[in-house]
Protein backbone atom coordinates (compact mmCIF):
# COMPACT_ATOMS: atom_id res chain seq x y z
CA UNK A 1 0.00 0.00 0.00
CA UNK A 2 1.55 3.37 -1.34
CA UNK A 3 0.78 6.28 2.02
CA UNK A 4 1.60 9.40 1.46
CA UNK A 5 2.42 11.52 5.06
CA UNK A 6 3.46 14.30 6.86
CA UNK A 7 4.77 14.45 10.24
CA UNK A 8 3.28 16.26 12.66
CA UNK A 9 4.02 18.28 15.61
CA UNK A 10 5.54 17.25 17.75
CA UNK A 11 6.91 14.65 15.46
CA UNK A 12 4.73 11.82 17.32
CA UNK A 13 1.97 11.27 13.99
CA UNK A 14 1.32 10.76 10.97
CA UNK A 15 -1.06 12.15 8.76
CA UNK A 16 -1.49 10.21 5.35
CA UNK A 17 -4.03 9.27 2.97
CA UNK A 18 -3.71 6.60 0.25
CA UNK A 19 -3.51 7.09 -2.98
CA UNK A 20 -5.67 4.58 -4.47
CA UNK A 21 -5.02 5.55 -8.47
CA UNK A 22 -1.13 4.79 -7.69
CA UNK A 23 -2.22 1.76 -5.51
CA UNK A 24 -4.16 0.32 -8.73
CA UNK A 25 -1.31 0.89 -11.07
CA UNK A 26 0.69 -1.07 -8.65
CA UNK A 27 -1.59 -4.13 -8.87
CA UNK A 28 -1.94 -4.06 -12.42
CA UNK A 29 1.97 -3.85 -12.75
CA UNK A 30 2.86 -6.56 -10.53
CA UNK A 31 0.09 -8.93 -12.08
CA UNK A 32 1.35 -8.02 -15.68
CA UNK A 33 4.67 -9.03 -14.23
CA UNK A 34 3.95 -12.53 -13.18
CA UNK A 35 1.58 -13.58 -16.13
CA UNK A 36 4.35 -12.34 -18.34
CA UNK A 37 7.05 -14.39 -16.64
CA UNK A 38 4.16 -17.35 -16.00
CA UNK A 39 3.44 -17.03 -20.03
CA UNK A 40 7.11 -17.00 -21.28
CA UNK A 41 8.28 -20.24 -19.04
CA UNK A 42 5.24 -22.28 -20.08
CA UNK A 43 5.77 -21.53 -24.23
CA UNK A 44 9.09 -22.21 -24.11
CA UNK A 45 8.31 -25.56 -23.37
CA UNK A 46 7.67 -25.27 -27.37
CA UNK A 47 10.88 -24.03 -28.78
CA UNK A 48 9.72 -23.40 -31.83
CA UNK A 49 7.71 -25.08 -35.04
CA UNK A 50 9.94 -26.23 -37.94
CA UNK A 51 8.72 -25.76 -41.99
CA UNK A 52 11.11 -27.84 -43.78
CA UNK A 53 11.02 -27.60 -47.46
CA UNK A 54 11.35 -31.18 -47.97
CA UNK A 55 11.37 -31.28 -52.06
CA UNK A 56 9.88 -29.47 -54.80
CA UNK A 57 8.51 -31.19 -57.88
CA UNK A 58 9.66 -30.64 -61.33
CA UNK A 59 8.78 -31.71 -64.78
CA UNK A 60 10.26 -35.25 -64.50
CA UNK A 61 7.83 -35.82 -61.65
CA UNK A 62 4.53 -33.79 -63.24
CA UNK A 63 5.02 -37.15 -65.83
CA UNK A 64 3.24 -39.50 -63.42
CA UNK A 65 -0.16 -40.18 -63.66
CA UNK A 66 -0.33 -43.40 -61.71
CA UNK A 67 -0.05 -41.58 -58.57
CA UNK A 68 -1.96 -38.63 -59.91
CA UNK A 69 -1.08 -34.97 -61.06
CA UNK A 70 1.71 -33.18 -59.55
CA UNK A 71 1.32 -29.70 -60.55
CA UNK A 72 5.40 -28.77 -61.59
CA UNK A 73 6.88 -26.09 -58.52
CA UNK A 74 5.12 -28.09 -55.92
CA UNK A 75 6.66 -27.64 -52.84
CA UNK A 76 5.91 -30.84 -49.92
CA UNK A 77 6.25 -29.03 -46.36
CA UNK A 78 7.31 -30.82 -43.33
CA UNK A 79 6.15 -30.00 -39.83
CA UNK A 80 8.18 -30.39 -36.79
CA UNK A 81 7.47 -29.35 -33.04
CA UNK A 82 10.43 -29.15 -31.39
CA UNK A 83 10.24 -29.39 -27.70
CA UNK A 84 12.17 -29.10 -25.08
CA UNK A 85 14.16 -32.77 -24.02
CA UNK A 86 12.01 -34.48 -21.59
CA UNK A 87 8.53 -33.44 -23.27
CA UNK A 88 6.57 -35.54 -25.18
CA UNK A 89 3.79 -35.27 -27.51
CA UNK A 90 0.70 -36.97 -27.25
CA UNK A 91 -2.31 -35.51 -29.27
CA UNK A 92 -3.23 -33.11 -32.27
CA UNK A 93 -6.36 -31.69 -32.02
CA UNK A 94 -8.83 -29.82 -33.18
CA UNK A 95 -11.82 -29.11 -30.68
CA UNK A 96 -14.98 -26.76 -30.27
CA UNK A 97 -12.95 -23.91 -29.07
CA UNK A 98 -10.04 -24.39 -31.18
CA UNK A 99 -10.07 -25.57 -34.69
CA UNK A 100 -7.50 -27.43 -36.41
CA UNK A 101 -6.61 -25.78 -39.66
CA UNK A 102 -4.22 -26.22 -42.70
CA UNK A 103 -4.49 -23.90 -45.69
CA UNK A 104 -2.98 -23.53 -49.20
CA UNK A 105 -3.85 -19.61 -50.83
CA UNK A 106 -4.62 -20.87 -54.48
CA UNK A 107 -3.66 -24.64 -55.16
CA UNK A 108 -5.36 -28.03 -53.83
CA UNK A 109 -3.14 -30.17 -51.74
CA UNK A 110 -1.93 -33.01 -53.59
CA UNK A 111 -2.44 -36.69 -52.44
CA UNK A 112 -1.21 -40.19 -54.47
CA UNK A 113 -3.95 -41.88 -55.84
CA UNK A 114 -2.53 -45.01 -55.58
CA UNK A 115 -0.94 -45.37 -52.15
CA UNK A 116 -1.56 -42.26 -50.21
CA UNK A 117 -2.45 -42.33 -46.58
CA UNK A 118 -4.44 -39.82 -44.27
CA UNK A 119 -1.90 -41.14 -41.30
CA UNK A 120 1.61 -41.60 -42.24
CA UNK A 121 2.22 -44.81 -39.72
CA UNK A 122 0.29 -46.58 -42.21
CA UNK A 123 2.50 -46.74 -44.43
CA UNK A 124 4.68 -49.67 -45.40
CA UNK A 125 8.00 -48.14 -46.08
CA UNK A 126 8.77 -49.96 -49.64
CA UNK A 127 5.62 -47.96 -51.19
CA UNK A 128 7.77 -44.62 -50.97
CA UNK A 129 9.99 -46.07 -53.88
CA UNK A 130 6.76 -45.95 -56.03
CA UNK A 131 5.63 -42.96 -58.25
CA UNK A 132 5.00 -40.19 -56.16
CA UNK A 133 3.98 -41.65 -52.79
CA UNK A 134 6.94 -40.25 -50.86
CA UNK A 135 5.27 -36.12 -51.07
CA UNK A 136 1.66 -37.28 -49.87
CA UNK A 137 -0.08 -35.42 -47.45
CA UNK A 138 -0.69 -36.73 -44.15
CA UNK A 139 -0.82 -36.26 -40.45
CA UNK A 140 1.10 -37.79 -37.76
CA UNK A 141 3.25 -38.10 -34.76
CA UNK A 142 6.63 -38.71 -35.23
CA UNK A 143 6.17 -41.93 -37.17
CA UNK A 144 5.95 -42.07 -40.95
CA UNK A 145 6.18 -45.59 -41.71
CA UNK A 146 4.78 -49.14 -40.23
CA UNK A 147 7.14 -50.49 -37.56
CA UNK A 148 9.71 -52.99 -38.55
CA UNK A 149 10.82 -55.59 -35.53
CA UNK A 150 11.79 -53.80 -32.99
CA UNK A 151 11.95 -50.31 -34.58
CA UNK A 152 10.15 -47.61 -35.54
CA UNK A 153 10.42 -45.43 -38.85
CA UNK A 154 10.56 -41.58 -37.79
CA UNK A 155 10.86 -38.30 -39.26
CA UNK A 156 13.41 -36.13 -38.98
CA UNK A 157 14.33 -32.72 -40.75
CA UNK A 158 16.88 -33.52 -43.68
CA UNK A 159 19.95 -31.70 -41.91
CA UNK A 160 19.83 -33.87 -39.27
CA UNK A 161 20.10 -37.54 -41.18
CA UNK A 162 22.74 -38.56 -41.86
CA UNK A 163 22.02 -42.43 -42.94
CA UNK A 164 21.59 -41.34 -46.92
CA UNK A 165 18.43 -41.84 -48.61
CA UNK A 166 16.38 -44.60 -50.18
CA UNK A 167 13.83 -41.99 -51.44
CA UNK A 168 14.19 -40.72 -55.07
CA UNK A 169 16.69 -41.14 -58.13
CA UNK A 170 17.45 -44.86 -58.75
CA UNK A 171 15.50 -45.75 -55.79
CA UNK A 172 12.96 -44.69 -57.59
CA UNK A 173 10.58 -47.04 -60.39
CA UNK A 174 10.04 -43.77 -61.91
CA UNK A 175 6.64 -43.44 -62.47
CA UNK A 176 3.80 -44.17 -65.08
CA UNK A 177 7.05 -42.71 -67.66
CA UNK A 178 9.27 -45.66 -66.10
CA UNK A 179 11.36 -42.71 -66.64
CA UNK A 180 15.08 -44.31 -65.84
CA UNK A 181 16.56 -42.20 -63.73
CA UNK A 182 13.57 -42.36 -61.29
CA UNK A 183 11.47 -39.44 -60.27
CA UNK A 184 12.12 -36.89 -57.28
CA UNK A 185 15.19 -36.20 -58.30
CA UNK A 186 15.13 -32.34 -57.92
CA UNK A 187 18.26 -30.45 -56.82
CA UNK A 188 17.27 -27.07 -56.65
CA UNK A 189 19.29 -25.35 -53.86
CA UNK A 190 16.03 -23.46 -52.51
CA UNK A 191 14.80 -26.91 -50.78
CA UNK A 192 18.22 -27.03 -49.37
CA UNK A 193 19.71 -30.57 -49.23
CA UNK A 194 18.53 -32.67 -52.06
CA UNK A 195 15.84 -35.76 -51.95
CA UNK A 196 18.30 -37.92 -53.14
CA UNK A 197 21.01 -37.04 -50.66
CA UNK A 198 19.13 -36.92 -47.03
CA UNK A 199 15.42 -38.45 -47.13
CA UNK A 200 14.33 -37.05 -43.76
CA UNK A 201 13.76 -40.63 -42.32
CA UNK A 202 15.67 -42.46 -39.19
CA UNK A 203 14.45 -45.12 -37.16
CA UNK A 204 13.71 -45.49 -33.10
CA UNK A 205 13.56 -48.07 -30.85
CA UNK A 206 10.64 -46.14 -28.82
CA UNK A 207 7.83 -47.66 -30.79
CA UNK A 208 4.31 -45.20 -30.14
CA UNK A 209 2.21 -47.04 -28.00
CA UNK A 210 -1.81 -46.69 -28.67
CA UNK A 211 -2.35 -45.13 -31.59
CA UNK A 212 -5.51 -43.86 -32.52
CA UNK A 213 -7.32 -41.21 -35.36
CA UNK A 214 -10.49 -39.70 -35.76
CA UNK A 215 -11.54 -37.78 -38.37
CA UNK A 216 -15.07 -36.04 -38.69
CA UNK A 217 -16.84 -35.22 -41.98
CA UNK A 218 -15.31 -31.37 -42.33
CA UNK A 219 -13.59 -31.07 -45.61
CA UNK A 220 -10.55 -32.76 -46.09
CA UNK A 221 -7.03 -32.69 -47.67
CA UNK A 222 -6.03 -36.44 -46.79
CA UNK A 223 -8.01 -37.91 -49.68
CA UNK A 224 -8.86 -35.49 -52.43
CA UNK A 225 -7.26 -33.82 -55.11
CA UNK A 226 -8.86 -30.66 -55.67
CA UNK A 227 -9.60 -29.33 -51.97
CA UNK A 228 -7.26 -26.40 -50.52
CA UNK A 229 -8.24 -26.31 -47.20
CA UNK A 230 -8.89 -29.02 -44.23
CA UNK A 231 -10.65 -27.38 -41.29
CA UNK A 232 -11.89 -29.71 -38.16
CA UNK A 233 -13.27 -28.99 -34.94
CA UNK A 234 -13.03 -32.64 -33.86
CA UNK A 235 -9.79 -33.98 -35.22
CA UNK A 236 -7.06 -36.10 -33.07
CA UNK A 237 -4.05 -37.93 -33.79
CA UNK A 238 -2.61 -39.16 -30.67
CA UNK A 239 -0.34 -42.16 -28.83
CA UNK A 240 1.26 -42.45 -25.48
CA UNK A 241 3.33 -39.74 -26.00
CA UNK A 242 6.47 -39.62 -28.66
CA UNK A 243 9.61 -37.61 -28.35
CA UNK A 244 12.27 -36.85 -31.58
CA UNK A 245 14.55 -39.28 -32.54
CA UNK A 246 17.42 -37.06 -31.32
CA UNK A 247 16.15 -36.87 -27.40
CA UNK A 248 18.43 -33.28 -27.04
CA UNK A 249 16.87 -31.49 -29.99
CA UNK A 250 13.42 -33.15 -29.30
CA UNK A 251 11.70 -32.41 -32.97
CA UNK A 252 8.70 -34.52 -33.75
CA UNK A 253 7.08 -34.93 -37.17
CA UNK A 254 3.45 -33.98 -36.83
CA UNK A 255 2.43 -33.32 -41.13
CA UNK A 256 3.36 -33.43 -44.65
CA UNK A 257 1.51 -31.71 -47.04
CA UNK A 258 2.22 -31.03 -50.76
CA UNK A 259 0.57 -27.80 -52.71
CA UNK A 260 1.65 -24.97 -55.12
CA UNK A 261 0.16 -22.36 -52.81
CA UNK A 262 1.14 -20.25 -50.22
CA UNK A 263 1.14 -22.68 -46.50
CA UNK A 264 -0.83 -22.09 -44.16
CA UNK A 265 -1.84 -23.12 -40.69
CA UNK A 266 -3.40 -23.57 -37.07
CA UNK A 267 -2.14 -26.23 -34.73
CA UNK A 268 -3.39 -27.12 -31.02
CA UNK A 269 -1.22 -30.05 -29.32
CA UNK A 270 -1.16 -31.66 -25.85
CA UNK A 271 2.00 -32.27 -24.41
CA UNK A 272 3.32 -33.78 -21.16
CA UNK A 273 6.08 -32.95 -18.91
CA UNK A 274 8.86 -35.00 -17.12
CA UNK A 275 6.02 -35.53 -14.14
CA UNK A 276 3.31 -36.62 -16.58
CA UNK A 277 1.50 -33.30 -16.36
CA UNK A 278 -0.44 -32.73 -19.49
CA UNK A 279 -1.10 -29.45 -20.84
CA UNK A 280 -2.75 -28.07 -23.99
CA UNK A 281 -1.30 -25.62 -26.63
CA UNK A 282 -3.10 -23.79 -28.98
CA UNK A 283 -2.36 -21.55 -31.87
CA UNK A 284 -5.26 -18.56 -30.96
CA UNK A 285 -6.68 -17.45 -27.75
CA UNK A 286 -10.24 -18.30 -26.88
CA UNK A 287 -12.37 -16.91 -24.37
CA UNK A 288 -13.16 -20.09 -22.49
CA UNK A 289 -10.59 -21.36 -22.09
CA UNK A 290 -9.72 -22.98 -18.27
CA UNK A 291 -13.20 -21.97 -18.04
CA UNK A 292 -14.91 -25.21 -18.73
CA UNK A 293 -14.87 -26.77 -15.42
CA UNK A 294 -12.22 -29.77 -16.48
CA UNK A 295 -8.98 -28.28 -14.84
CA UNK A 296 -7.12 -28.56 -17.91
CA UNK A 297 -4.41 -25.48 -18.62
CA UNK A 298 -4.95 -23.98 -22.20
CA UNK A 299 -1.64 -21.96 -22.85
CA UNK A 300 -1.81 -19.75 -26.48
CA UNK A 301 1.76 -20.45 -28.26
CA UNK A 302 2.77 -17.81 -30.97
CA UNK A 303 4.58 -20.71 -32.95
CA UNK A 304 1.66 -22.50 -33.40
CA UNK A 305 0.16 -19.98 -36.12
CA UNK A 306 1.91 -19.84 -39.97
CA UNK A 307 2.70 -17.41 -41.49
CA UNK A 308 4.40 -16.38 -37.61
CA UNK A 309 2.96 -12.93 -36.50
CA UNK A 310 5.85 -10.77 -35.92
CA UNK A 311 6.34 -8.05 -34.08
CA UNK A 312 8.43 -6.24 -31.22
CA UNK A 313 10.23 -8.75 -29.17
CA UNK A 314 12.56 -6.65 -27.57
CA UNK A 315 11.15 -6.02 -24.06
CA UNK A 316 12.93 -2.45 -23.99
CA UNK A 317 9.69 -1.10 -25.74
CA UNK A 318 6.28 -0.69 -24.89
CA UNK A 319 5.23 -2.93 -28.14
CA UNK A 320 6.80 -5.91 -26.77
CA UNK A 321 4.69 -8.62 -26.28
CA UNK A 322 5.76 -12.28 -25.86
CA UNK A 323 3.21 -13.49 -27.89
CA UNK A 324 4.74 -12.89 -30.95
CA UNK A 325 6.23 -15.79 -32.97
CA UNK A 326 8.79 -13.67 -35.02
CA UNK A 327 11.14 -10.51 -34.34
CA UNK A 328 9.95 -7.42 -36.26
CA UNK A 329 12.64 -4.44 -35.00
CA UNK A 330 10.33 -2.08 -37.43
CA UNK A 331 7.69 -2.45 -34.57
CA UNK A 332 9.67 -1.30 -31.82
CA UNK A 333 9.09 2.54 -31.29
CA UNK A 334 8.32 3.79 -27.84
CA UNK A 335 11.55 3.18 -25.30
CA UNK A 336 10.39 2.18 -22.48
CA UNK A 337 11.65 4.18 -18.82
CA UNK A 338 10.31 2.94 -15.59
CA UNK A 339 9.64 5.80 -13.01
CA UNK A 340 7.34 7.15 -10.89
CA UNK A 341 4.33 8.33 -12.82
CA UNK A 342 2.33 9.80 -9.51
CA UNK A 343 2.36 13.60 -10.59
CA UNK A 344 1.75 14.21 -6.53
CA UNK A 345 5.34 12.82 -5.65
CA UNK A 346 8.25 14.20 -5.22
CA UNK A 347 9.93 12.46 -7.78
CA UNK A 348 7.46 12.43 -10.47
CA UNK A 349 8.97 11.35 -13.75
CA UNK A 350 7.61 13.10 -16.39
CA UNK A 351 9.24 10.88 -19.42
CA UNK A 352 8.05 7.82 -17.38
CA UNK A 353 6.11 5.32 -19.40
CA UNK A 354 5.99 2.02 -17.27
CA UNK A 355 4.90 2.75 -13.85
CA UNK A 356 6.72 1.70 -10.72
CA UNK A 357 4.62 2.96 -7.79
CA UNK A 358 7.95 1.80 -5.43
CA UNK A 359 9.87 4.19 -6.73
CA UNK A 360 7.54 7.22 -5.63
CA UNK A 361 8.65 9.21 -2.80
CA UNK A 362 6.67 11.30 -0.54
CA UNK A 363 7.21 13.39 2.60
CA UNK A 364 7.57 10.61 5.26
CA UNK A 365 7.46 8.02 2.77
CA UNK A 366 10.44 7.31 0.59
CA UNK A 367 10.96 3.24 0.51
CA UNK A 368 13.87 2.72 3.23
CA UNK A 369 16.03 5.90 0.49
CA UNK A 370 17.10 8.60 1.58
CA UNK A 371 14.44 11.14 0.64
CA UNK A 372 16.92 13.95 1.23
CA UNK A 373 18.73 12.58 -1.46
CA UNK A 374 15.78 11.26 -3.90
CA UNK A 375 14.21 14.55 -2.99
CA UNK A 376 16.19 17.75 -2.36
CA UNK A 377 13.77 20.43 -2.82
CA UNK A 378 11.81 19.22 -0.36
CA UNK A 379 15.16 20.76 2.21
CA UNK A 380 16.32 23.29 0.80
CA UNK A 381 16.69 25.79 -2.35
CA UNK A 382 20.36 25.41 -2.71
CA UNK A 383 22.35 23.95 -5.82
CA UNK A 384 25.09 21.71 -5.31
CA UNK A 385 27.22 21.18 -8.21
CA UNK A 386 30.52 19.22 -7.94
CA UNK A 387 32.75 18.73 -10.98
CA UNK A 388 34.08 17.05 -13.00
CA UNK A 389 32.69 13.69 -12.81
CA UNK A 390 34.49 11.36 -13.00
CA UNK A 391 38.09 13.61 -11.37
CA UNK A 392 41.41 13.28 -11.71
CA UNK A 393 43.20 15.36 -9.65
CA UNK A 394 40.96 18.13 -8.30
CA UNK A 395 37.35 18.39 -8.15
CA UNK A 396 35.01 21.72 -7.68
CA UNK A 397 32.14 21.97 -5.01
CA UNK A 398 29.68 24.95 -5.77
CA UNK A 399 27.07 25.76 -3.74
CA UNK A 400 24.78 28.69 -4.46
CA UNK A 401 21.74 29.74 -2.55
CA UNK A 402 23.41 29.40 0.66
CA UNK A 403 23.36 33.29 1.71
CA UNK A 404 22.81 33.51 5.47
CA UNK A 405 22.86 29.86 6.00
CA UNK A 406 25.35 27.68 7.76
CA UNK A 407 27.27 25.49 5.48
CA UNK A 408 29.53 22.77 5.89
CA UNK A 409 30.86 19.32 3.77
CA UNK A 410 32.62 16.32 4.46
CA UNK A 411 33.70 13.04 2.01
CA UNK A 412 33.89 9.84 2.72
CA UNK A 413 35.04 6.85 0.79
CA UNK A 414 33.30 3.55 -0.23
CA UNK A 415 33.81 2.18 3.38
CA UNK A 416 32.55 5.29 5.36
CA UNK A 417 35.89 6.35 6.03
CA UNK A 418 36.18 10.07 6.62
CA UNK A 419 38.58 11.35 3.96
CA UNK A 420 38.31 14.89 4.23
CA UNK A 421 36.99 16.49 7.53
CA UNK A 422 34.18 17.98 7.90
CA UNK A 423 34.78 21.42 6.55
CA UNK A 424 32.31 24.97 7.83
CA UNK A 425 32.14 27.98 5.52
CA UNK A 426 30.89 31.60 6.41
CA UNK A 427 27.18 32.89 5.85
CA UNK A 428 28.39 36.06 3.84
CA UNK A 429 27.83 35.26 0.24
CA UNK A 430 25.04 33.84 -1.92
CA UNK A 431 27.34 31.36 -3.72
CA UNK A 432 30.51 29.79 -2.44
CA UNK A 433 33.07 27.35 -3.58
CA UNK A 434 36.32 25.06 -3.25
CA UNK A 435 39.00 23.50 -5.08
CA UNK A 436 39.40 20.13 -3.34
CA UNK A 437 42.96 18.67 -4.31
CA UNK A 438 42.52 14.32 -4.82
CA UNK A 439 46.08 14.05 -4.62
CA UNK A 440 45.99 12.19 -1.84
CA UNK A 441 43.12 9.76 -2.68
CA UNK A 442 43.01 6.35 -4.58
CA UNK A 443 41.17 5.25 -7.61
CA UNK A 444 37.58 4.51 -6.59
CA UNK A 445 34.03 5.93 -5.42
CA UNK A 446 33.50 9.03 -3.03
CA UNK A 447 30.56 10.05 -1.10
CA UNK A 448 30.37 14.65 -0.50
CA UNK A 449 28.00 15.10 2.06
CA UNK A 450 26.69 18.66 2.25
CA UNK A 451 25.46 20.13 5.05
CA UNK A 452 22.66 23.37 4.75
CA UNK A 453 21.23 24.69 8.25
CA UNK A 454 21.62 21.18 9.20
CA UNK A 455 19.79 19.72 6.20
CA UNK A 456 21.46 16.86 4.08
CA UNK A 457 22.51 16.22 0.31
CA UNK A 458 25.22 13.39 -0.41
CA UNK A 459 26.37 13.44 -3.84
CA UNK A 460 29.14 10.76 -5.52
CA UNK A 461 32.01 11.01 -7.15
CA UNK A 462 34.74 8.89 -8.94
CA UNK A 463 38.83 9.61 -8.92
CA UNK A 464 40.32 7.83 -11.78
Not at 365 to 379: E, G, M, Q, T, W
Amino acid sequence: MIMKCSIGEPHIFLHCHINYNTLFKMKTFVSLLLLLTLSITLNAQIEKVIVEKYYISDSTDATDTTGGKLAVGSTTYRIFIDLLPGYKIIKLYGNENHRLQFGSSDSSFFNNKSEGQTVARNFNKARFSENTVALDTWLTLGQIAKASGSRAYFGVPKKDDKNGSIIGGTHNDGGSARISKGLLTNASTEMGIALITADGIDTSSVIPKNPSEFFDNDTTIFNSNSVKEFISNSCTVNNDGVMGVDKDSNQVLIAQLTTKGTLSFELNVVLEDTSGNKKNYVAVANALDNNDGTGEVTIVSPYLIYPLVCGCLDPNYLEYNERFGCNDESQCKTKGIVGCMDPDACNYDPKANIPMPSMCCYPGYCNDRDISIVCPALFNNTIVYLYPNPANASITLKIDGVKNKSVSYSITNSLGEIVVAEKNWGKDSESISEVISLSSFQAGIYNCKVTVDGKVETHSFSKQ
